[in-house]
């Protein structure tokens, strides 16, 4: 297929690109380069005759719409978002510009390409996420099914909640083929240093204070990053259009016990004792609306298209910390 990945020099993007490439698939990256995206992350154009790349703020309409129709995409896989909850928090009106207007952009430029195309084998794959759903009660073995309740807890949350909304009218109002999907935390190597593994691990190196919101009793369900990238390019494959599948590995874990893994692997990575890490943990002053617990079940995508994770939580977890140790001249950079 040809594909526009939104997005494609971040996180998820740069897998979901990656990983593409190598199964034939030609690729459009399109990315504004916002602090948290790489281009050392994606190949370049003079490396791979099947990617090229765009810089582009997807809220700039007229732009999009050129993107789009003059690269006549087969599909389109919408990854582009902010996404750091402090950030919402302190100032929302780049999440509201990007998240929202970007996603209307990109709807309606998709819209037009099919008006004077085709409609066959056209996708359009909307990357959420389970913070949409809002919050689990810890006693309460609960998990966010497709069919559950949006309750967005955060600026972040409430713009994802927006445009999930407007992917689905378009499906409903012009038909057009789209496919949602709500993912649990990622982790992995290439993960900006705002995220809690990456920050916890490079302050852990440098000898800084590791900070953990409130009591770090709160929960969240991991995925490794590779695992969400081979699951978002199944459904290019085989999803079900006008469906949402919810994309999990069930790896719920205290944020206080993530943070302990963390300093445990790089002791034994470092030759030191786990100690001397833990003990540069401070407890801060609680997140504003900081969602209790996160829990994805991820039956129906592993039912309809056999998907299921690779990648244990124990071994992933070892992995992304010994790529952190060895890849200093990465994060340094992006952290300054």
Wanted: aromatic share 10%.
């Amino acid at each position: 297929m040809k594909i526009i990945v939104t997005g494609g020099c971040g996180f998820i993007g740069s897998y979901v690109v990656n990983e593409a490439l190598r199964i034939g698939h030609e690729v459009m990256v399109v990315d504004n380069l916002t602090y948290a995206a790489s281009m050392a992350n994606v190949p370049s154009e003079s490396s791979n005759k099947n990617y090229s790349f765009v810089k582009l703020d997807i809220s700039n309409n007229m732009a999009v719409r050129q993107v789009v129709m003059d690269y006549q995409p087969d599909s389109i896989i919408h990854l582009a978002a902010e996404t750091h909850v402090d950030r919402s928090i302190s100032d929302s009106s780049l999440f509201i510009s990007t998240n929202i207007i970007g996603t209307f952009n990109l709807l309606e430029a998709f819209r037009n390409l099919i008006k004077v195309t085709s409609i066959d084998n056209k996708r359009f794959i909307h990357v959420s996420t389970d913070e949409v759903f809002g919050s689990l009660n810890l006693s309460v073995a609960e998990k966010f099914n497709e069919y559950s309740r949006y309750a967005p807890r955060s600026p972040y949350a409430a713009s994802k909640a927006s445009s999930d909304h407007l992917v689905r009218a378009w499906h409903e109002t012009y038909n057009l083929p789209v496919i949602i999907t709500n993912c649990s935390n990622n982790y992995g190597p290439y993960q900006f240093p705002e995220k809690l593994i990456p920050l916890t691990i490079i302050n852990a190196l440098r000898g800084q204070p590791i900070p953990i919101y409130g009591n770090g009793l709160n929960i969240r369900d991991w995925l490794h990053v590779s695992d969400h990238a081979n699951a978002i390019l199944r459904l290019l494959e085989s999803g079900q259009s006008g469906e949402t599948y919810n994309i999990g590995a069930q790896n719920e874990r205290a944020n206080i016990d993530i943070v302990h893994a963390v300093c445990q692997a790089l002791a034994n990575i470092n030759n030191k004792t786990a100690v001397e890490y833990i003990s540069l943990i401070e407890f801060v002053a609680d997140r504003k609306g900081h969602d209790v617990r996160y829990a994805i079940d991820p039956s129906k995508i592993t039912q309809e298209l056999g998907w299921k994770p690779q990648v244990s939580f124990e071994i992933g977890l070892v992995n992304t910390v010994k790529w952190y140790c060895d890849n200093q001249s990465w994060w340094s950079s992006s952290r300054d």
